[in-house]
């Protein structure tokens, strides 16, 4: 797989007294079985721009390459693109619709054209993969916690079998446990897949914590593309963005302002428990 953004920007209403100009000259490429950190305050382009990895909106200049082809080539199937590169929207629960929980995961396998038996093989590979128990199968989708219908409406995009898994704040709303549950099943099902992931969100944290590289937006432009440990090295930048560090990167530079001998480049907290306790010889 390899996905390629050469020189995009986008323009909402152009031409008219409400034209914005959402994207701004984004490069950016997506390698194969990352998982890449998109953040930036609200307003910086994120969402527009992941629209743009599985055709849902077309660059106003520049182009968007899957595979070496071009997706705004006229030639060019966006409907195989939207099988390959799986877009989960922020509360994607809202989604669900089908009278029972299998039936809904079963719906875009069946709608790409696959028999029912590869459908329903899918449906079960998937909802296992996220943690849904059989008992649920049958039940409908609306009478599930919101941790559970979350982990349904991504079952949905997995059966499709994507290459890429892009997510929207898809913690959204979920106490710290859930939000941590959903994490933890994402990095399971990319060390397991092998698919890229592309994460939105506005924790820092959760970041920090599960992406091998981050993208800082901001103005609908790219700031920084690096490792969380480069990124957030920054701190006093993303902070005039309306971003910062994660919690422990600023406690553990509040103890080396102190004096103690701690890495001040450790962005999770198991990496700064670790450090903490060299530290103090614990």
Do not use: W
């Not at 920007?9 to 950016?28: F, K, Q």
């Not at 432009?221 to 910062?244: H, Q, R």
């Amino acid at each position: 797989m390899s996905m390629i953004l050469n020189h995009v920007s986008y323009v909402y209403n152009p031409g008219t007294p409400m034209e914005s100009r959402a994207l701004n000259d984004i490069n950016l490429k997506i390698n194969d079985g990352e998982f890449l950190g998109l953040i930036g305050h609200t307003g910086s382009g994120k969402s527009t721009l992941v629209q743009h990895l599985n055709g849902l909106l077309l660059p106003t200049s520049g182009e968007v390459y899957f595979n070496g082809a071009d997706i705004s080539d006229p030639e060019f199937s966006r409907k195989d693109l939207r099988g390959k590169v799986g877009l989960v929207f922020q509360y994607p629960e809202h989604q669900l619709f089908e009278a029972d929980v299998f039936s809904d995961v079963c719906f875009g396998p069946i709608n790409k054209g696959l028999s029912k038996k590869e459908a329903e093989l899918r449906a079960f590979s998937a909802l296992k993969q996220v943690g849904i128990e059989d008992e649920y199968f049958y039940q409908s989708p609306f009478d599930l916690s919101g941790g559970q219908k979350r982990r349904v409406a991504i079952a949905g995009v997995l059966a499709m079998e994507p290459e890429v898994l892009v997510l929207d704040e898809p913690t959204a709303g979920l106490d710290p446990a859930g939000r941590d549950e959903i994490l933890g099943m994402l990095s399971n099902i990319r060390k397991e897949r092998g698919c890229s992931i592309v994460l939105v969100s506005h924790s820092m944290e959760d970041v920090a914590e599960y992406a091998d590289r981050i993208i800082v937006m901001n103005k609908g432009s790219i700031v920084f593309d690096d490792t969380p440990a480069e990124v957030f090295k920054f701190s006093e930048e993303l902070e005039n963005m309306g971003l910062c560090a994660p919690e422990v990167t600023r406690a553990l530079k509040k103890l080396k302002e102190e004096g103690f001998n701690v890495d001040v480049s450790c962005v999770n907290v198991r990496d700064g428990v670790e450090t903490i306790s060299k530290c103090f010889g614990i």
